[in-house]
C-alpha cells in the first residue's frame, strides 16, 4: 500500500505548506504515511541532486534586447539604402550637364566687329 | 519596466528559472535562451513590485516553454540526464525519476519542477498555472504518489 487519506497531510508538509496538525500527528504515526514521507524526502533529494552544475556563463548578465537589437539593425538598413542611393546618383546621367563637343571649343561669334585703319597713331592722346 | 528592476530579477531568479527550463525541456541551449527571453519578456511586461513577481516571472518561463515545444513539436527525452549527481545523490534513483516524470501529464510535470526545482509555495505555483491553491496541493501529491509507484 502506497496511498491513504493520511498522506495529503505529508505531503503539503514536505512542502512546507499549512497542515493541521492532529491530521499531521495521525499520519507520523501510521507506517503508510511514514513510509511515504522518507519516498517524498528521497524524491526531493535525486531531484535537486541532478541540479547542481554552476549557471552558464551566458547567464552572467542580461543579453541586449531584442528590440534595440531590431532598431540598430533599423537604422543600418536606413544607412545603407542612404549610401546606395548616392551611388546610384552619381553613376546616372546629369542631364544639366552638356558634354564637351568640338564646336565648343570654337571661340564664340562676335558682337562687333573693330576695323583697324592704318596710318592712324593708336598711342595718340588728346 | 526599469533596466533597474529587471536587473535585479534577474539577479534573483535567474538561477531557479534556468534549471526549471533545464529540467522541463532537457535541453541546455534552450534552457539557456528561454531564460533570457523570459526576463527580456518581463522587461515589456507589467510589471509591479507587489510580492507576486517570483510568480509572474516564471509565468512567463512556463509559456515560454509551452511556445517553444509546440513550435519544436517535441517531448522531452525520457532518460537524458545531463548532469551527474551531487554527493551522496543515488544515481539510479535520478534517472529513474528523470524517466517517470517523462511519463507524466505536461501540466502534472510543470507542478512538480515548480515545487522540486524553483521552490515556488502553492499560492505562487497557482498563479503561475491559473489554477487553484487547493489543485496544486492535490495535483502534487497526486504526481508524488504515481512517481512512487514507478519508482518501486
Known sequence: MTDNDLTPAISAFVDGEPVDPDQLAAALEDPVARAALVDFVRMRAAMRAGDDPPLPPSLSSLRLPPVARVRFLQWAAVAALLVLVFLAGLALPRPWQVPPTPESDAPPAPARIEKFTPGIDWHQTN | ?152
Open chain 2, 1 to 152: 519596466m526599469r533596466h533597474a528592476q529587471i536587473d535585479d530579477l534577474f539577479a534573483r531568479y535567474r538561477e531557479p528559472v534556468y534549471r526549471f527550463l533545464r529540467r522541463l525541456l532537457h535541453d541546455g541551449a534552450a534552457a539557456e535562451d528561454l531564460t533570457q527571453d523570459a526576463f527580456l519578456r518581463a522587461m515589456s511586461g507589467p510589471y509591479q513590485s507587489n510580492g507576486h513577481e517570483r510568480a509572474w516571472i516564471f509565468q512567463i518561463a512556463r509559456n515560454l516553454a509551452k511556445d517553444y515545444r509546440r513550435a519544436a513539436g517535441r517531448r522531452p527525452a525520457t532518460t537524458a540526464f545531463e548532469d551527474a549527481p551531487g554527493p551522496g545523490a543515488d544515481r539510479t534513483m535520478a534517472l529513474s525519476l528523470d524517466a517517470a516524470l517523462a511519463s507524466l501529464e505536461e501540466d502534472d510535470r510543470e507542478i512538480f519542477l515548480l515545487k522540486e526545482v524553483a521552490g515556488l509555495s502553492y499560492a505562487e505555483i497557482a498563479e503561475a498555472c491559473g489554477v487553484t491553491p487547493d489543485a496544486v496541493r492535490s495535483r502534487l501529491h497526486r504526481t508524488r504518489i504515481a512517481l512512487r509507484k514507478q519508482l518501486t
